[in-house]
């Protein structure tokens, strides 16, 4: 999927999303931990009065902890959630994934200025929690 | 808040007037020869609302009309197709009852009925409450940046002063564009349902508990009719006639109680009647077949053998199902043949209001409805059995449990005598400790949105007036959870032993209490008594019982003299009890030995297993 995407550190590596997913940029901030939650959900953040999920990307992909810094909020279908990133890199044109990634979460990863970036699969990033357990990621 | 009979008119009319907007299409669909057999079931099914919600506002003539058109829908259902020409005279009818039911309303229905409504999107309404909450936060900054020297200036304080009502006013006006109590449709339901009783010939009480429950307005709105066909069905067949419960013995006015309370992310409207119940053949096939509510919601399907004016046809459970699930919700339904009907509404919550405590552990604010919480206490004496935690509260002993550590979070230890909150529900007490209290307050309970939807133990989120996120709990999650836990550990030897019964004797309550929950926990099943004279008489009522267990210093009759009287009875003799006591003394032991007790347990060396291990071993299994 080519097209206008915000890139995003994490854990020291190169992250994307298509633009038109990220609804805002916010800072961490004050994140309320919720207990009962699966490991990659740091908890909940107030957004202008709304109660929005926290997801620690850096978590969700198996990467070492990170230093988030702040948040991209992202929507897909009914689940808001914001993702926790070490820093918003920029944003800008990027071209059609070209390498194949083993990870559930990745729609695949592109060559971009020497640097390996991966292109997120916003659908199971932000997949809802079922109250069993958690898929294996 | 307490609505009006012209509320509750209008949100009748309102819903009329949307179900004759259908009817009329569907007649015209119909007319035009489209539609088919669905369309004549949707029809069904409006004429069936509007006939109840007409007949429950007392609005004789409409519900008249409506049975009439439902009649004939039913006539052209029966023969299996519909006249074209069938649907001008039904049009006709339909507009009648339309003009009736505008006509119908009050003394003086028209300037009310002009009161000009929009409509607006509810997430509309919702942006406009987070910005509200937000802009009352920026309110509370400013007054903090400005500092003393604002407060010092009177003609500055007061603005702020009048800008933080504005803003509480402004935020009490979108909440209840938002949000309304049940009581708002409940209020004309004991009045109908005593009139609806008497035209079947039959005495029925409504009892309404949980009225102030408060619901997401869209919800409220759309499930008033669907309470009125559950009630009606409840007084048409479930409430057997007065000489039919005589002689079944159940007192002669039957009982119907609507309840309504929040249940994890949803609130459940219950709806019970001590009538008839469903056939045992009914309750066999939904054993077989999944689900009573899906047997009955079958369209043409009725528990009542004759079709009478106030329901019948089985078209209102039909409804009600698809009503209650295009909101998002789920209908359940049990029914015991003899013994009486429950159907239970559940509607998801998408927002309310309400009335918490909060307090704090591990440095994050949490809240619990204020609706659960019997006590606050600050945690002194701790009675330990087993490992088991608990506090003597009231003569009772109540499970203690570190919130912090029941919730599964990593959280530093509790400060030095910890204030502790009691909830109770369902007839269980819990306290949880935590570090300090914040207080009560009413907040608006926010839902925890798609994602975590699936965590379970939590009512929502509510932001407090420091801009904090409070995590509102689910009481009846907390008290089943530690159950749970336990009952998987013993689930194994809980079924060998589910029929031993033991009858526990102890003139402390506390002390009687806990040997109740280790037994029960370790699936037996307990009696208990005060005292010695107490514990002989339970001993000759209790058919099958396996097992005493006694304390020996107790006011009338002690642990002794008991023992003696229960070996004295021939059919008791072999009774095995077991003395469990402070009396650790070589004399005291000699004289429980010579009395014939089983097994002697001094309470300063009791441990949880020695004393299951005793029991297991005295009753034989």
């Known amino acids: ?137 | 808040m307490s609505a009006s009979d012209e509320e509750i008119h209008e949100l009748v009319r309102q819903e009329a007037g949307d179900c004759l907007q259908r009817m009329e299409t569907n007649l015209l669909a119909l007319e035009s020869g489209e539609g088919g057999s669905e369309a004549l079931d949707a029809i069904l099914r409006d004429a069936h609302s509007i006939k109840g919600s007409s007949a429950m506002v007392g609005w004789r003539e409409a519900a008249a009309l409506a049975h009439s058109i439902e009649e004939h829908v039913e006539e052209a259902r029966e023969k299996g197709s519909f006249p074209t020409e069938l649907a001008g005279p039904l049009l006709g009818e339909v507009d009648t009852l339309r003009q009736t039911i505008v006509g119908d309303s009050t003394p003086a229905p028209t300037a009310e009925l002009g009161a000009p409504t929009i409509r607006v999107a509810a997430s509309k309404v919702d942006r406009m409450l987070d910005v509200v909450g937000e802009t009352v936060l920026y309110h509370r900054r400013l007054e903090h940046v400005l500092g003393e020297s604002a407060r010092a200036d009177g003609a500055a304080a007061e603005q702020l002063d009048m800008g933080e009502r504005l803003l509480d006013n402004l935020q009490d006006s979108v909440v209840q564009m938002r949000t309304l109590p049940l009581s708002t449709i409940t209020t004309p339901f004991p009045r109908a349902i005593r009139d609806l009783a008497a035209e079947e010939g039959k005495e029925v009480e409504l009892e309404i508990s949980g009225a102030e429950t408060q619901l997401d307005r869209v919800i409220l709105e759309g499930i008033s009719e669907t309470i009125v066909h559950v009630l009606r069905n409840a007084v048409a067949h479930g409430v057997e006639a007065p000489d039919e419960r005589e002689s079944a013995a159940k007192p002669r006015v039957g009982r119907v109680e609507l309840r309504a309370e929040q249940r994890g992310g949803m609130v459940a409207v219950e709806i019970a009647d001590d009538g008839q119940g469903v056939s045992a053949e009914l309750i066999e096939r939904a054993e077989k077949e999944g689900s009573l509510a899906e047997i009955l919601a079958e369209t043409g399907f009725s528990t009542a053998e004759e079709v009478t004016g106030v329901a019948g046809r089985g078209v209102g459970l039909d409804a009600v199902k698809r009503h209650v699930e295009s909101l998002g919700g789920n209908l359940e339904l049990q029914s015991e043949p003899g013994r009486g009907t429950q159907v239970t509404l559940l509607l998801p919550l998408t927002l309310a209001l309400m009335r918490v405590l909060l307090f704090e552990r591990g440095g994050q604010p949490f809240g619990l409805p204020m609706a659960s919480i019997g006590r606050v206490v600050a945690v002194s004496d701790v009675t330990a059995l087993g490992n088991r935690p608990s506090l003597e509260l009231e003569g009772e002993a109540v499970p203690l449990s570190d919130l912090g550590l029941l919730l599964g979070a990593t959280v530093e230890d509790l400060p030095e005598q910890p204030p502790a909150v009691v909830i109770e529900s369902l007839g269980r007490r819990l306290a949880l400790a935590c570090d300090a209290l914040l207080g009560e307050e009413e907040v608006v309970i926010k839902s925890l949105g798609a994602l975590l939807a699936g965590v379970p133990g939590y009512l929502g989120a509510a932001i407090l007036g420091d801009g904090r996120i409070a995590l509102v709990l689910d009481p009846n999650h907390l008290l089943k959870a530690p159950r749970e836990a336990m009952a998987l550990n013993q689930a194994e030897e809980t079924t060998a032993r589910a029929a031993a019964q033991v009858l526990v004797v102890d003139d402390q309550f506390a002390a009687r209490e806990l040997q109740r929950s280790i037994l029960e926990t370790a699936g037996y099943r307990v009696q208990t008594a005060r005292d010695g004279r107490e514990a002989l008489r339970r001993v000759g009522e209790i058919g099958d019982l396996d097992l005493v267990m006694t304390d020996v210093q107790m006011p009338e009759m002690d642990g002794f003299e008991l023992l003696e009287a229960i070996r004295a009875e021939q059919a008791h003799s072999s009774l095995p009890v077991v003395i469990v006591t402070t009396l650790g003394d070589e004399v005291s032991r000699k004289r429980g030995a010579e009395a014939g007790a089983d097994a002697y347990i001094v309470k300063e060396e009791f441990d949880q297993q020695g004393l299951l291990e005793t029991i297991e071993r005295l009753v034989g299994r």
């Open chain 1, 1 to 137: 999927m080519s097209g206008v995407h915000v890139r995003v550190l994490v854990a020291g590596e190169h992250y994307a999303l298509a633009v038109d997913q990220v609804l805002e940029v916010a800072e961490l901030g004050d994140i309320a931990a919720v207990p009962g939650s699966p490991p990659h959900v740091l908890g909940v953040h107030n957004l202008h009065g709304q109660v929005v999920p926290v997801i620690a990307l850096a978590a969700r992909l198996g990467l070492a902890e990170g230093e988030p810094q702040r948040i991209v909020v992202a929507e897909q279908g009914e689940v808001k959630a914001g993702l926790a990133v070490d820093a918003v890199i920029d944003v800008g044109e990027l071209p059609e994934p070209s390498e194949q990634v083993e990870s559930p979460y990745l729609l695949g990863a592109v060559l971009l200025d020497g640097t390996l970036v991966g292109v997120l699969d916003i659908e199971t990033v932000l997949a809802p929690i079922s109250s069993s357990s958690e898929a294996p990621g």
